[in-house]
């Protein structure tokens, strides 16, 4: 038996969820043993590193991450477009997304991130194919 939610409690509750997943997201620390080097963005008040790594899932999945390092002096918040990530950091923490895909072959690609300030910046990230083609149309309507 699947549970279910009525429609008035799902329009608040997900939401709900979502905004405190944002919220608590970022706040997990660890490593990010990034498959290349991490892309060094000082940018004055916002000095921070992204990074992507892959793992082998089960199943025929793949585990994609992607990270954001806070090496600055201040809090930020940061929109990666594609693949996904919204949320907001502290100084020394990093944020390590997951995204699991299921039977995938990785692709690297530039996304577009934005960072408490414009203008936005590109990062490179590895994903999907279909991941690439997004962060490619999001890139080209940024100009």
């Given at each position: 038996m699947n549970p279910t939610f009525s429609r008035p409690f799902g329009r608040i509750f997900v939401p709900f969820l979502l905004t405190i997943g944002a919220w608590v997201g970022p706040a997990s620390a660890g490593g990010c043993p990034a498959?290349?080097?991490m892309q060094d963005h000082p940018q004055g008040n916002y000095d921070f590193k992204t990074g992507?790594?892959?793992?082998t899932g089960q199943n025929g999945y793949r585990n994609f991450h992607t990270c954001v390092l806070d090496y600055g002096k201040s809090d930020f918040r940061v929109i990666w477009y594609v693949p996904g990530m919204d949320g907001w950091l502290v100084p020394g923490k990093l944020w390590d997304y997951p995204r699991k895909r299921h039977d995938v072959v990785q692709q690297y690609a530039d996304g577009c991130l934005s960072?408490?300030?414009d203008p936005p910046l590109k990062a490179q990230f590895s994903g999907t194919m279909g991941e690439k083609q997004l962060a490619s149309n999001v890139l080209g309507s940024t100009g």
């Open positions: 498959s290349s080097a992507s790594y892959e793992e960072y408490s300030v």
